[in-house]
Structures are given as C-alpha cells and as structure tokens.
C-alpha cells in the first residue's frame, strides 16, 4: 500500500470512531476523554521519541515516531482537519525552498 493512501485510509477510519461507542475501541475511548487526553498522549509519545533517539535506537525511533504520528493523526481528526491539510502545508514550503534552491543553483 502507498504511504500517502495509509494516511487517507487511516484518516478514515478515525473518522469512523467519532460514531463508535467509547468503549469499542481505543480510539473511541480517547475521542470520549476529550481533547485534553489527547494531547497528553501527544506529549507522552514525543518524549519516547526523545528517549528512543538518546539510545540510539533506529527500530524504537521508528515505533514511537508512529506512535507520535498516530496520535497527532487522532488530534487532527478530532478537530476536524484532514492529514491533507499538514501534507498541503509541507508541499506548500517544500515549494518555495524548492524554487529558492533552484534559483541559487548555478546555471
Ligand atoms: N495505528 C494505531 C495505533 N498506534 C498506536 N496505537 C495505540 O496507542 C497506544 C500507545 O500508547 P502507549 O504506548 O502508551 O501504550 P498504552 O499503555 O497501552 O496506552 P494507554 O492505555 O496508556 O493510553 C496503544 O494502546 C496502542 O495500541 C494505535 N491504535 C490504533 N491504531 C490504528 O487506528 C485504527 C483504529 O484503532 P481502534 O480505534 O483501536 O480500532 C487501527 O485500525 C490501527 O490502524
């Protein structure tokens, strides 16, 4: 499967869980606890990052780096905005670095 289609299916499937009863799945739960919840698993999962990059890890960078993306993707979702939009702003940047590397580059 392509990287940019698991982001839209997962999307989709989070979506999903705004309709599921909190205790049918994980997501469902952490939607019910509120934004709050969220966030401090955000802030729980970006520290193991931190810790899994000072041990020098590459396995655990990347397990808690999709942890971290995982629950960013839940705080996305739960305020209604889209994995496109953050891909839109990437593309939006990369865009203009882009052109001025181009520009800088000899002819
Ligand atoms: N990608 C993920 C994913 N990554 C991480 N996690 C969960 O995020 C949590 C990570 O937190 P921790 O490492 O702190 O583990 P924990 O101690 O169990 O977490 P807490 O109970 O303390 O919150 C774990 O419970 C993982 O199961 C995920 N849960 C779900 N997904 C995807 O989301 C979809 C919907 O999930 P459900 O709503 O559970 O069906 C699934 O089909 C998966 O594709």
């Known amino acids: ?6 982001l839209t299916q997962l999307a989709e499937v989070l979506e999903s869980r705004k309709q599921a009863a909190p205790d049918s ?3 469902a739960k952490l939607y019910a606890k509120g934004l709050d919840a969220i966030l401090k ?6 520290t193991e ?7 020098g890890e590459p396995d655990k960078i990347v397990y808690e780096v999709a942890d971290l ?4 993707l839940v705080l996305l979702a ?10 839109n702003e990437l593309a939006r940047r990369f865009g203009i670095s882009g052109l ?4 800088n580059r000899p002819a």
């Open 1 to 6: 499967m392509k990287n940019d289609t698991v």
């Open 25 to 27: 799945s994980y997501v």
């Open 41 to 46: 698993k955000i802030g729980e999962e970006a």
């Open 49 to 55: 990052t931190v810790m899994a990059a000072k041990d």
């Open 69 to 72: 993306w995982f629950h960013t």
């Open 78 to 87: 739960q305020q209604n905005l889209h994995p496109d939009d953050v891909l």
């Open 100 to 103: 001025e590397e181009k520009a």
